[in-house]
């Protein structure tokens, strides 16, 4: 059974930080590209970072840029996603992905990822 599990959400103040985990389990997680996507109330889902197979490309959105981090580590199936500086606007619910590919991962949307967690609530206060 494929399992994408997210965790290190909460609450923290404007200026704060947190990282983000996404543990893997059921399928081969070299073959994977991981992405990070995010919906705020009201909002559609939107994504954010992804990185390849092996962590050698990664791509940031602009409204992250400079201020998260998505890092993997295959010997533990996991992706890190740290996230510095936070902002109230940053308040979303959080989820990972799992795009079958050894190309780039970016350009795709959430349900075009093979594989999807639950997500995690990360809320910014002012």
């Known amino acids: 059974e494929v399992q994408l599990v997210e965790s290190g959400g909460g609450l923290v103040q404007a200026g704060g930080s947190l990282r983000l985990s996404c543990v893997a389990s059921?399928?081969?997680?070299?073959?994977?590209?991981i992405g990070w996507f995010r919906q705020a109330p009201g909002k559609g889902r939107e994504g954010i970072s992804c990185v390849s197979d092996f962590g050698s490309n990664t791509h940031y959105d602009a409204s992250v840029k400079g201020r998260f981090t998505i890092s993997r580590d295959n010997a533990k199936n996991t992706v890190y996603l740290q996230m510095n500086n936070l902002k109230p606007e940053d308040t979303a619910v959080y989820y990972c992905?799992?795009?079958?590919?050894?190309?780039?991962?970016?350009?795709?949307?959430?349900?075009?990822?093979?594989?999807r967690g639950q997500g995690t609530q990360v809320t910014v206060s002012s």
């Open positions: 992905a799992a795009l079958k590919t050894h190309d780039y991962c970016s350009g795709y949307g959430f349900y075009e990822y093979d594989y």
């Open positions: 059921g399928f081969t997680f070299t073959d994977a590209g």
